[in-house]
């Protein structure tokens, strides 16, 4: 009850009085203050975001929800509303760039939301196509008897037909696997070998799915800002969900081996502790989350 109460007397009250003592004492006002006090990044973009959403001009809270297009204008509509020159660049091009890191979280959740949202259709070519991808990419030595074969069990999907396992995440899942595999190619067929392991082996790619919901909640949740906006100067795009996505399964494989889990019955245990590991890098102002950082040279 204590910390409510001191949240609701911070917010309503401490605040406003703090940032006027400061501002009187630097002739700054609390969005100059952030740009000009820290660097490029999250603790920046968080801090103007906390900023700008808590301020009691409309102006300024309706900063957050703007998209793409209306970023500049916006930066103008700021400075106008704060009284700091047009012409000081420095705190024009900073505060550009912290909305557009805003906006493009947001219409990156939108794109995600969408291709989640498209169901696997089997008679859709480009569907089939990837699917047919994913398996060339993965077993380049071995062809696929037909389109409905238990060889699909063979890279972790639970029965002869793939589509019934892309249910709850759609298109979305697909993707995320044809991406890992695409562009870490010998990293992909190596964890499909290592998933094979006699004793702690899981399947590939309902794992890799699984993997992809929980991308999603992560970047849904808002968790994923701090990664986001210290590895893109700007608006992110799909290709950088797909690479958090890449260092989801290359970290959790790592994960499984060193846990050493008695069966895979207790895999919800273990993808739990994961996801809680995950989050816990997440709260890290500096971190950057990415497959690169993580293999060995």
């Known amino acids: 009850m204590f910390v409510h109460l001191w949240g609701f007397l911070y917010s309503h009250y401490f605040r406003f009085w703090l940032k006027w003592i400061l501002r009187l004492l630097t002739r700054k006002c609390e969005l ?3 740009l000009d006090g820290s660097k490029e990044g999250a603790r920046r973009t968080l801090s103007i975001e906390h900023s700008l959403d808590s301020s009691k001009s409309k ?3 309706n900063a957050v929800h703007v998209d793409e297009a209306e970023v500049e204008k916006c930066v103008r509509d700021v400075m106008k509303e704060k009284k700091i020159e047009q012409k000081n660049t420095g705190f024009k091009i900073n505060l550009h760039i912290c909305l557009l890191q805003i906006s493009g979280y947001k219409k990156l959740y939108l794109n995600v939301e969408s291709l989640r949202k498209v169901p696997y259709d089997a008679d859709n070519e480009e569907h ?6 994913l398996w060339n990419l993965l077993m380049p030595h071995e062809n696929l008897k037909a389109r409905i074969t238990k060889q699909w069990c063979d890279i972790g999907f639970q029965g002869d037909d793939p589509k019934t396992d892309f249910r709850g995440m759609g298109m979305l899942g697909l993707v995320n696997l ?5 562009h870490y190619t010998s990293e992909a067929r190596q ?7 006699p004793k702690l082996g899981y399947s590939y790619a ?11 909640s992560l970047l849904k949740n808002g968790a994923l800002k701090s990664h986001l ?3 893109v100067s700007g608006l992110p795009q799909m290709e950088d969900f797909h690479q958090f996505y890449c260092y989801l399964v290359y970290e959790f494989d790592k994960f499984w081996f060193e846990e050493e889990p008695e069966s895979i019955m207790h895999f919800n245990q273990y993808r739990e502790k994961f996801h809680e590991k995950v989050k816990g890098l997440l709260l890290d102002y500096d ?8 293999k060995k040279p």
């Open 32 to 34: 100059q203050r952030i």
């Open 59 to 61: 102006v300024l809270r």
């Open 128 to 133: 089939e196509e990837q699917l047919i991808e």
């Open 178 to 182: 044809v991406f890992f595999s695409k």
């Open 191 to 197: 964890i499909l070998s290592r998933s094979n392991h």
């Open 206 to 216: 309902i794992v890799g799915i699984n993997l992809t919901e929980m991308a999603y």
């Open 229 to 231: 906006y210290n590895t």
């Open 287 to 294: 971190v950057i989350l990415t497959l690169k950082n993580t």
